[in-house]
């Protein structure tokens, strides 16, 4: 089943306006990935990490959604440092790592876990349908909105619809194997999800039209942005343009 | 019917599926104000076409619709009716889509124009209507099928319509869900069609039963009169014993 592991109603951001989240950690995520300079990147994740520990969530949680994201970066680090061009700092076998190489990847390894990190801490502990209200209300257009919303409400339909099709395929004593009997039923079971979700959406789309609709979508919750909202917005300012001069000053 | 106005009038529609032999075949149906009639038939029989021709989301090839009186031709008209008679899909997960009930049951209010403050009044009404307060903030995918059922109904139950269209409310649900949902069309006061297999269902619901066949719909008779004969006999044996007493219920 798929989960949202961060929604978390304790969680003091919860009570800051949404949008004010949403923004902010784009802000971060736009100045940690333009950001080159360790002077600048190493207080981005240590701030990002200090939003974590304000999120109230539990680090064991955040740990293993790092690993996940890790692993991939992991590769980076196997294939970057011996092959990015620069100065030779070892020798592994017939490749030699760079200094350079060893830099970037670092880099790319702090900015992906401190984005990340921000993402978790600010935008994650919200649910997905308070996401969409806010962006709504952020002037994203509401096609796209509702593509999000929409994608989420029947993700599920499609994942029980999915395992519906793949345990009657267990039943009968299907294993998969490496062979063109797994591959042929494999290939039947998307195309028949496929087949399966073009139906349902015509008739969604059939009963939203039942009920009068007529290609608007219309936005039902408010958000008011108060006084505390007003000074996370002010120390999360002041870090954000900290960052920026440690970056193109320092 | 006589003396009562008529919400639903249907004459001689014809329809088809594209290069299909035609499913709904001169077929004439009349819903009196008031009336609420069950609809039995074979799987495939056309029940569901039915109710989409009356939405407008399906066009027949013949035949005239009348709702309320008013004969039903353009997309407008059928704007309209949509406003007028309210559908419940099958399946509850085809009609909730939105991510919270609240969202789900306020979106057609919103599309009739109502502002987001006086949607949200009659979204909570109507929940607290149904006996679902509380309701409001639930994340619509993760109800129980009883549940989404019910929400299903808040949804076009809000819209005030003059006429309720049921597709098999009661399939996959549970005995407590289905006596809710029973007691809860007991109470409405509107017309309504309901879809079903389930003679109990319908004994408990409506008036009059009408079943489909070869793309025509027939009158069977009072829903307790057939309710104590289903009692005798199982479904099936029902069905063929019937053939011999058409001509009776058609001399009535």
């Known amino acids: ?250 | 019917m006589d003396g009562l106005s008529s919400i639903i009038e249907l004459e001689h529609i014809c329809f088809g599926y594209d290069a299909g032999p035609p499913v709904l075949d001169d077929l004439s149906f009349l819903l009196g104000e008031g009336e609420k009639a069950g609809l039995i038939g074979y799987n495939g029989s056309g029940k569901t076409t039915l109710l989409h021709v009356i939405m407008g989301l399906l066009t027949p090839s013949r035949g005239t619709i009348r709702v309320l009186g008013k004969k039903i031709e353009t997309k407008k008209d059928f704007l309209e009716v949509r406003r007028t008679i309210g559908l419940v899909f099958q399946n509850a997960d085809d009609q909730l889509f939105s991510p919270t009930v609240l969202e789900d049951v306020a979106f057609g209010p919103l599309n009739l124009g109502k502002s987001p403050k006086e949607a949200r009044t009659m979204a909570m009404e109507t929940l607290e209507r149904l006996n679902l307060e509380g309701f409001e903030n639930r994340i619509t995918h993760r109800l129980s099928g009883g549940e989404k059922k019910l929400v299903s109904l808040a949804t076009v139950l809000v819209m005030q319509p003059k006429a309720l269209l049921l597709d098999e409310p009661t399939t996959g649900l549970d005995e407590d869900a289905r006596t809710r949902i029973t007691s809860l069309l007991n109470d409405l006061d509107i017309s309504m069609v309901i879809v079903s297999h389930e003679y109990d269902f319908l004994a408990g619901t409506v008036q009059r039963v009408y079943s489909m066949k070869d793309g025509r719909i027939q009158f069977d008779g009072e829903a307790e009169i057939l309710h104590v004969h289903v009692h005798r006999h199982p479904v099936i044996e029902h069905r063929h014993s019937r053939e011999g007493e058409q001509g009776k219920s058609h001399s009535r």
């Not at chain 1, 984005?115 to 962006?135: K, M, Q, Y």
């Open chain 1, 1 to 250: 089943m798929i989960r949202e592991p961060f929604v978390n109603e304790a969680s003091p951001f919860q009570r800051l306006d949404p949008r004010l989240r949403i923004l902010m950690a784009t802000a971060f995520a736009f100045v940690m990935a333009l950001s080159d300079r360790f002077s600048a990147l190493v207080p981005g994740i240590v701030a990002s990490i200090i939003l974590i520990g304000f999120s109230g969530l539990q680090v064991r949680n955040v740990l293993k959604r790092l690993m996940l994201v890790n692993g991939f970066i992991l590769f980076l680090w196997l294939v970057v440092p011996v092959t990015f061009p620069g100065a030779p700092l070892f020798d592994l076998g017939p490749l030699t790592a760079t200094r350079e190489g060893v830099l970037v990847s670092a880099r790319i390894a702090i900015k992906c876990n401190a984005i990340l990190l921000s993402f978790i801490a600010l935008v994650a502990v919200s649910p997905v349908a308070t996401l969409g209200a806010a962006l709504a209300r952020m002037g994203i257009p509401e096609k796209i909105v509702f593509l999000l919303l929409m994608s989420y409400r029947y993700i599920f339909v499609m994942e029980t619809e999915y395992q519906r099709l793949a345990r009657s395929a267990a039943v009968r004593g299907f294993r998969p194997s490496t062979s063109i009997h797994t591959y042929r039923t494999f290939a039947y079971l998307i195309g028949m999800l496929f087949v399966r979700a073009s139906a349902r959406a015509e008739r969604v789309y059939m009963a939203m039209l039942c009920r009068g609709f007529s290609g608007r979508f219309h936005c039902m919750q408010e958000f008011s942005f108060s006084r505390k909202d007003g000074i996370w917005a002010g120390c999360m300012t002041i870090a954000l343009f900290g960052l920026g001069i440690l970056e193109w000053m320092g």
